[in-house]
C-alpha cells in the first residue's frame, strides 16, 4: 500500500503545471477565500441587527409600559375647571405631549392653552388673561407615586431675564395636582405667557418647591437658561411652542415694570 503511494506521488510531483494554471487556481482560492469572509461579516452583521432589534424592543417596552396618561380634559375635570376642560379641546389649544426622562421618572408636558380666569381684586371679579399647562410624571419602573412623595415645581422662565424676577411667583401661579394609576397630574396657571412669546420660554420642572434661583440655574450671555452643571435634583427644561407673532412687548414691559 505504501509502494502505491509513494509511485502516485511520484506520478503527481511529474506533472508540469502551465504558469496559466497555477495563476488560476491562485485566483479561485483568493476569490473563495473573500467570498467565505464575506460570508462571515454577514452573520456578523446578522447577528448585529438582531441584537440590536432586541435592545429597541426591550427600551421600546419599558417606555410604553406605563399606563396611557389622563387627558388635559380630563385632569382639568377633576379640578372641576369645566371651562379650562372645554379649552383645552379647542383650537387654540396645543397638543404637546412631550417627555423627558430623569433619572427615574419619567416627566411629561401634556399641553397648554391661553384661556379667562375670574380673579377678586380688591372685592371686584374681573377676567384675567391666563395661561394653563398640564404636566405629569411618572415613575419609570411603574412605581405608583403617592401623595407622600417630594413635589415638584413648575416655574415659566424667559431668555434674557432673571430667573428670579420672572418665575412662577412674579406670573402668579396657581395649581392643583391628583393622582391617577399611580401617576401625578399637575393643573398650572399663569399670567398670559404670550406676552413674551418673542423670546424663549421655558418650563422648569424640578423637584421641590423652591423659587428659582442662581442656585439652580444659570444664564449665558446670550440669554440661555440652564440648570447649572453643579445641581443635583431632578430636573427637566421644556421649551413652549409659543407663537412669536402673539408677542406683545408693551405687556411684557408693564409686567416688568409692575413686578420685577
Known amino acids: ?77 377633576r379640578f372641576e375647571e369645566n371651562t379650562v376642560a372645554s379649552a383645552f379641546e379647542s383650537e387654540g389649544a396645543v397638543q404637546i405631549n412631550e417627555s423627558i426622562v430623569t433619572d427615574e421618572y419619567c416627566i411629561t408636558l401634556q399641553a397648554m392653552v391661553d384661556g379667562e380666569k375670574l380673579v377678586c381684586i380688591d372685592g371686584e371679579w374681573l377676567n384675567e388673561d391666563r395661561s394653563y399647562m398640564v404636566f405629569s410624571i411618572a415613575r419609570t419602573d411603574g412605581t405608583p ?43 398650572f396657571d399663569y399670567a398670559n405667557l ?14 421641590g418647591s423652591l423659587a428659582p434661583s442662581p442656585d439652580i440655574f444659570t444664564m449665558d450671555e446670550a440669554g440661555n437658561i440652564d440648570y447649572r452643571d453643579d445641581y443635583t435634583g431632578i430636573r427637566a427644561m421644556f421649551k413652549l411652542p409659543l407663537d412669536p407673532e402673539k408677542a406683545d412687548p408693551e405687556a411684557a414691559a408693564k409686567f416688568l415694570e409692575e413686578y420685577c
Request: aromatic residues 10%; glycine residues 2%; hydrophobic residues 45%.
Open 194 to 207: 404670550e406676552m413674551f412669546a418673542d423670546r424663549t420660554v421655558y418650563l422648569a420642572a424640578y423637584e
Open 1 to 77: 500500500m505504501d509502494r502505491k503511494i509513494a509511485e502516485y506521488k511520484q506520478q503527481i510531483e511529474k506533472i508540469a503545471f502551465s504558469e496559466s494554471f497555477l495563476r488560476d487556481t491562485t485566483e479561485l482560492m483568493r476569490t473563495a477565500k473573500e467570498r467565505e469572509n464575506n460570508m462571515m461579516n454577514k452573520k456578523k452583521t446578522i447577528k448585529t441587527a438582531i441584537a440590536l432589534a432586541a435592545i429597541i424592543a426591550l427600551l421600546t417596552t419599558t417606555v410604553f409600559a406605563l399606563p396611557l396618561l389622563m387627558s388635559p380634559k380630563e385632569v382639568a375635570e
Open 145 to 187: 407615586i403617592t401623595i407622600d412623595d417630594e413635589l415638584f415645581m413648575l416655574s415659566p422662565l424667559v431668555a434674557g431675564y432673571d430667573v428670579w424676577k420672572v418665575n412662577a411667583w412674579s406670573l402668579e401661579a396657581s395649581g392643583h395636582y391628583t393622582h391617577e394609576n399611580g401617576i401625578r397630574y399637575y393643573l
